[in-house]
């Protein structure tokens, strides 16, 4: 059975920082495309983050150089190291796991960033950025 379990969310101030965490289980965590997502009050689901199996990220312009995904493949556990927040980042963020395509030609396992295709998610931890 697959879960992910989020945490890390709060309440802070503009400039504030924030570490969201992603446990997961029951499958294998190294052979997945791992990403963060939000989605604020009225506002459709955005892709903010993302890591393939060997480590390349990707992210939403809006979040570039203040946020960092990262993953621990011993432990299973993703996260998104969020820096300088605005409140335009007040959202409920996602973790979400997709399955990593496996190439042909030499049996290499990639993913396709935020345009990946996500069949797992966790429930949502809540962030709230004040002004």
């Known amino acids: 059975q697959v879960q992910l379990v989020e945490s890390g969310g709060g309440s802070v101030e503009s400039g504030g920082s924030l570490r969201l965490s992603c446990a997961t289980s029951?499958?294998?965590?190294?052979?997945?495309?791992m990403a963060w997502f939000r989605q604020a009050p009225g506002k459709e689901r955005e892709g903010v983050a993302a890591?393939?199996?060997?480590?390349?990220?990707s992210y939403v312009d809006s979040v570039k150089g203040r946020f960092t995904i990262s993953r621990d493949n011993a432990k299973n556990t993703l996260h998104l190291q969020m820096n300088n927040l605005k409140p335009e980042d007040t959202a409920m963020y996602y973790c979400?796991?997709?399955?990593?395509?496996?190439?042909?030609?030499?049996?290499?396992?990639?993913?396709?960033?935020?345009?990946?295709?996500?069949?797992?998610w966790g429930q949502g931890t809540q962030v709230t950025v004040s002004s």
């Open positions: 890591i393939d199996v060997v480590g390349s990220t």
């Open positions: 979400a796991a997709g399955q990593a395509s496996k190439r042909w030609y030499n049996g290499n396992y990639y993913c396709s960033g935020l345009r990946g295709t996500f069949g797992y």
């Open positions: 029951g499958y294998s965590y190294s052979r997945y495309c």
